[in-house]
């Protein structure tokens, strides 16, 4: 479990996060949405420590993770795999490089039993052939696929999404989001996803906080969303589906 308790953020004097409180739940897929600019970035990033907040707390389960200094907070870091928008591969590695990579940086592992785990992961995501590919020579999904397997070798607690399905095509983006709630089932997870694609939430919306000028502005289910009458939140939801139309026609 993440809590966010009347977080309060600024940036050169102008509050982008505004009281916010909310619960994200162990082994359910949490989705933060929002237009670009409504703060759900910002919001992520304060949740996995890349921002101090300014007002407020944050907890990991019963831990007050925003009080923690720095040596506290590398312990709790070791718990957390990130998913970021482009993948974010080292081009000058292999794909089994890559997703040995925190077991170099947090473990003393040896050798065989770093690549144990490593190819444990890859296989999970379907990547047992890539091993020794580079990111060059991977298609989109197969670099988000390793970016997955990298943040789980280490076996976290809790997993942060930052738009997993970023310039993927609309059937890839439905195998990314079912292999990360599958992996949120699997491994009892705490994972929050970024994300403006409405597809992702009416696929694995669990729980999904609506982000709106700086504040929550409703939260739900899936489920909930279709019968809320939240005019911010209904012009969000139809606002993202015409997009989606545009960029079908386009192609």
């Known amino acids: 479990m993440i809590k966010a308790q009347n977080i309060v953020k600024s940036f050169e004097g102008r509050t982008v996060l505004k009281n916010i409180s909310t619960e994200f739940g162990t082994g359910k897929t949490n989705l933060i949405i929002g237009r670009s600019g409504s703060g759900k970035t910002v919001l992520l990033k ?5 921002h101090d907040v300014d007002e407020g707390a944050i907890y990991y389960d019963d831990v007050c993770f925003s009080t923690l200094d720095f040596r506290a907070r590398k312990a709790i870091r070791k718990d957390v795999g990130m998913i970021f928008q482009g993948g974010a591969l080292l081009d000058a590695s292999t794909v089994e490089e890559n997703v040995k990579l925190p077991l170099d940086l947090f473990t003393d592992q040896s050798e065989d039993e770093k690549l144990e785990r490593v190819h444990l992961c890859l296989k999970r995501v379907n990547l047992e052939n890539a091993y020794k590919l580079y990111p060059s020579e991977l ?15 280490l076996n976290p607690r809790y997993l942060f ?15 990314i989001d079912n292999l990360i709630s599958d992996i949120t089932k699997e491994y009892n997870i705490t994972t929050i996803i970024n994300t403006h694609d409405m597809n992702s939430v009416m696929e ?28 911010e939140l209904g012009d969000f939801v139809f606002a993202s ?5 545009a960029r079908s026609a386009s192609k």
């Not at 304060?46 to 890349?50: E, H």
């Not at 694995?204 to 005019?231: A, C, M, Q, R, T």
Request: hydrophobic share 40%.
């Open 46 to 50: 304060s949740l996995v420590g890349l």
């Open 139 to 153: 298609s989109g999904g197969m670099v988000k696929r390793a970016a997955i397997a990298r943040a789980i070798v």
């Open 161 to 175: 999404c930052d738009e997993p399905n970023s310039g993927l095509d609309p059937q890839t983006s439905i195998v």
């Open 204 to 231: 694995i919306g669990e729980k999904i906080v609506f982000i709106y000028e700086g504040e929550k502005w409703w939260e739900g289910s899936k489920d909930d969303i279709l019968h809320s009458d939240n005019k």
């Open 241 to 245: 589906a015409m997009a989606k139309r």
